[in-house]
């Protein structure tokens, strides 16, 4: 049909449908539609509505006041918008009859395919046939009837519900799963969707006879009711089945209430509240249970000994601003092992970090105090584990000047600590090594660390860079003296340190180009000129009680780990560093050199409570040589090695090493890791392991994955896992064992198997713990 033609029938379709004050040539925005809120499932129609119609070929029977129009219909009224081969309208009805092809797309966004509509005007009323429906969270409905009522229900009969997420992009895609159900209701007032005489298939199978499912529709992210429970079993609580209910109570509230029952320990009750604020939210947990079969729990352990557990724990995150938050997260249990007893995820694991915080972050300057306790989760009431854990409290403040300060650039740390303990914290091993982690009493620091450095770029290239730093410590102990120490310790209340350090950094980087690659070299030098570590080793050491030396702390200005120790005497840092580009999308990287201690005295040398230096590679005037080497490859293969060697004989004393890959189908990882003893330091054998990882996607959705520990020294694995898991984010399925076992035992002590199955818009079933990261 000609363009005039087709406008010609848009003008006279206006003039025959003024019965529904249809306007056509160019569609007109309401003033409803910025004022109304729209229901998304069938929202009012406007009384001023308009409607723009365009059609091929029209035709008007003036008698019995009936308009038909055909070929390539299109409708826009209302914020409806419908396809269809023919519409027939009815003056006198005021009803729209629409066949073949027929898509009518909803105000809220809604899509419904169907081959035949008889409805009225407003959308509100009507039979539909063989229909379908696609909502905006791309599930879908299918009927062979279907019935609009009251501009509120849409009824299917003989219908199918299904969620199918990967159909936006692949329409013969077919979900794993379906409700059948003899009649589905959609309520646009209640905004749920009831499926009765329901039957749930998987795969194709019937599984489950359901005769009322009733879930919120897609524009409900919240509504109160049951999950899907949650299964269980482990050898001392027995089989358990967890029946949560979900409770909106408002849109910034709600709260989940678990109901737990334990075939040998009996009843667990838990409860979530959950609130958000404008500027952060909440969360209260809490957990209570009489235990029926103490029994059951082996050993003279906490488990065993009490019958009423439970815990109560708070987290808070929230911003006073875009730069400043403030927050905490607590635990309080009646013993240290009840979370970890009844697997309360949340709050799962070895130990337990209770802290409150506040921070703040600038352009040019940060800041963050924090308070610590930690909960050691032991299950021997006797161990000391549950008592010699500090209370500690640190405050950070990082600035850095806006402005250069003598053409340099100008930096200042604060670090403030204070850390109490009731009992005396230590490891002895009679002969071999005396280490005391922490003393019983309280131990204050402040420490004010100030830095300028400015580079220089002389004629030839050498990048030149002076640096010169003042510290200064005050020191406030009230610590007992560690029983049976044989190393010089300082029990004064109070004390004062300084540090003042000169220095310079010398660089001469060196480009090499070819016409494929790139290649800098770059010799570095490094001296620190400074006095003797004040009480070097005579001073409680909280913070700095454990460093790696390797390639990546060579460099650094004080390679101690906190603020506790401090380096003294003078240093000198010499090393080389690499980078390459190859043309053909390889990149390398590599670092080498080593540390001479040049004059005073060696501060990693110099015992102190917990033999920080000990065995480090720095305790002699020659450092143990340090290197590290990577590369990463176009096809997704990455390799980085580091390592350290004796500087006498060049054994190798520590070393790192992975090998991965990572594509569109595989991602693996190989690391060995080789630390020789460091009797001194509490570590009185070699530690090489083998770790391997790997994930592998054969199918579309469907993947298996599996990790190894293997103890070269034991010849054991200590850790192993395997999985499988289909996830099309529609539906979710996991399957995991995981075997844990210590290096001196062949049999495992520890083994799980998990499963979870989870159905977008309907819920997950859980059994045991299926949570595993094969890459990790």
């Given at each position: 049909m000609a363009a005039s033609n087709r406008k010609h029938i848009r003008l006279l379709a206006a003039i025959l449908l003024s019965g529904v004050a249809l306007q056509a040539l160019t569609p007109i925005a309401p003033a409803w539609a910025q004022e109304t809120k729209i229901d998304s499932f069938n929202p009012k129609m406007p009384d001023d509505a308009k409607m723009l119609l365009s059609a091929n070929e029209l035709v008007y029977n003036k008698d019995a006041e009936r308009v038909i129009v055909r070929g390539a219909v299109?409708?826009?009224?209302?914020?409806?918008?419908?396809?269809?081969?023919?519409?027939?309208?009815?003056?006198?009805?005021?009803?729209?009859?629409?066949?073949?092809?027929?898509?009518?797309?909803?105000?809220?966004?809604?899509?419904?395919?169907?081959?035949?509509?008889?409805?009225?005007?407003?959308f509100g009323n009507g039979f539909i046939e063989r229909l379908r429906v696609e909502t905006t969270d791309l599930t879908k409905l299918a009927a062979v009837t279907g019935e609009r009522r009251n501009g509120e229900e849409m009824i299917l009969?003989?219908?199918?519900?299904?969620?199918?997420?990967?159909?936006?992009?692949?329409?013969?895609y077919k979900s794993l799963w379906h409700v059948k159900a003899?009649?589905?209701?959609?309520n646009g007032r209640t905004h749920t969707i009831r499926m009765e005489n329901a039957r749930f298939e998987l795969f194709g199978k019937p599984i489950l006879y359901l005769p009322v499912l009733e879930v919120p529709d897609q524009t409900i992210k919240r509504k109160s009711g049951f999950l899907?429970?949650?299964?269980?079993?482990?050898?001392?609580?027995?089989?358990?089945?967890?029946?949560?209910?979900?409770?909106?109570?408002?849109?910034y509230m709600d709260a989940t209430v678990t109901a737990t029952g334990l075939t040998r320990q009996g009843f667990l009750l838990q409860g979530e509240f959950r609130q958000r604020f404008a500027n952060g939210e909440h969360i209260l947990s809490m957990a209570g249970i009489s235990q029926l079969n103490r029994s059951s729990f082996t050993g003279n352990t906490v488990d065993a000994r009490e019958t009423n557990r439970g815990m109560i724990g708070s987290k808070g995150t929230f911003e006073i601003n875009p730069r400043w938050a403030f927050g905490w997260d607590v635990l309080v249990q009646s013993d240290n092992n009840f979370a970890k007893t009844y697997e309360l995820s949340t709050f799962d694991g070895t130990t337990f970090t209770n802290q409150a915080y506040l921070s703040g972050l600038g352009k040019r300057n940060s800041f963050d105090a924090r308070a610590f306790y930690f909960d050691i989760q032991d299950a021997d009431p006797d161990?000391?584990?549950?008592?010699?854990?500090?209370?500690?409290?640190?405050?950070?403040?990082?600035?850095?000047h806006p402005e250069p300060v003598l053409g340099g650039e100008l930096t200042a740390d604060i670090n403030l600590t204070n850390v109490n303990?009731?009992?005396?914290?230590?490891?002895?091993?009679?002969?071999?090594?005396?280490?005391?982690?922490?003393?019983?009493?309280?131990?204050?620091?402040?420490?004010?660390?100030?830095?300028?450095?400015?580079?220089?770029?002389v004629p030839g290239g050498l990048s030149l860079t002076p640096i010169l730093a003042a510290r200064g410590d005050l020191i406030g102990s009230s610590m007992a003296d560690p029983v049976g120490y044989t190393g010089n310790f300082d029990s004064d209340d109070a004390a004062t340190r300084r540090m003042l350090t000169a220095g310079i950094d010398a660089r001469y980087p060196i480009l090499l180009t070819t016409q494929y690659s790139s290649h800098i070299i770059e010799p570095i030098a490094q001296i620190f000129a400074r006095p003797n570590e004040e009480y070097a080793g005579g001073l409680p050491n909280e913070d700095a009680q454990s460093f790696v030396f390797d390639a990546t702390s060579l460099f650094d200005r004080d390679k101690f780990s906190g603020y506790d120790r401090i380096e003294?005497?003078?240093?000198?840092?010499?090393?080389?560093?690499?980078?390459?580009?190859?043309?053909?999308?390889?990149?390398l990287r590599a670092i080498a050199g080593q540390s001479f201690h040049l004059g005073g005295v060696n501060s990693f040398a110099s015992d102190d409570l917990v033999k920080a230096g000990a065995n480090s590679g720095l305790e002699t005037d020659r450092s143990d040589y340090v290197a590290m080497v990577g590369v990463d490859a176009p096809s997704g293969i990455t390799a980085s090695l580091s390592s350290r060697f004796d500087e006498r004989n060049l054994d190798l004393r520590r070393a790192d090493a992975t090998l991965g890959y990572q594509g569109i189908l595989w991602q693996t990882a190989v690391t060995y890791t080789s630390i020789q003893a460091q009797p001194l330091y509490g570590s009185t054998r070699d530690q090489d392991e083998i770790q391997t990882a790997a994930a592998y996607k054969f199918a579309d959705y469907w993947s298996v994955f599996g990790s190894v520990t293997y103890d070269l020294n034991s010849n054991v694995i200590t850790r192993n896992g395997v999985g499988i898991t289909y996830d099309d984010r529609d539906t979710i399925f996991s399957l995991v064992y995981k075997e844990e076992r210590d290096s001196n035992q062949s049999i495992a002590n520890d083994w799980s198997i998990g499963a979870r199955i989870s159905f977008r818009t309907l819920g997950d079933i859980n059994v045991g713990d299926a949570k595993f990261d094969a890459l990790n």
């Open positions: 299109q409708i826009n009224y209302g914020g409806y918008q419908m396809v269809a081969q023919q519409v027939e309208y009815s003056q006198k009805t005021g009803r729209i009859i629409a066949t073949g092809q027929i898509e009518l797309i909803e105000p809220g966004g809604n899509k419904v395919y169907a081959d035949q509509m008889d409805v009225t005007d407003d009969n003989n219908a199918v519900y299904t969620a199918c997420t990967p159909c936006a992009t692949n329409p013969d003899q009649r589905i209701v959609q899907f429970p949650k299964f269980g079993y482990t050898q001392k609580l027995g089989a358990g089945i967890s029946v949560p209910y979900y409770w909106a109570i408002s849109p161990s000391l584990a549950e008592n010699k854990q500090a209370v500690a409290q640190v405050l950070d403040y990082s600035y850095t303990r009731n009992r005396e914290d230590d490891l002895i091993i009679p002969g071999i090594v005396d280490r005391f982690r922490g003393l019983e009493g309280t131990y204050q620091r402040l420490t004010a660390d100030l830095e300028w450095k400015r580079n220089f770029i003294g005497g003078t240093r000198a840092n010499l090393g080389v560093r690499y980078t390459g580009a190859l043309g053909n999308g390889y990149a």
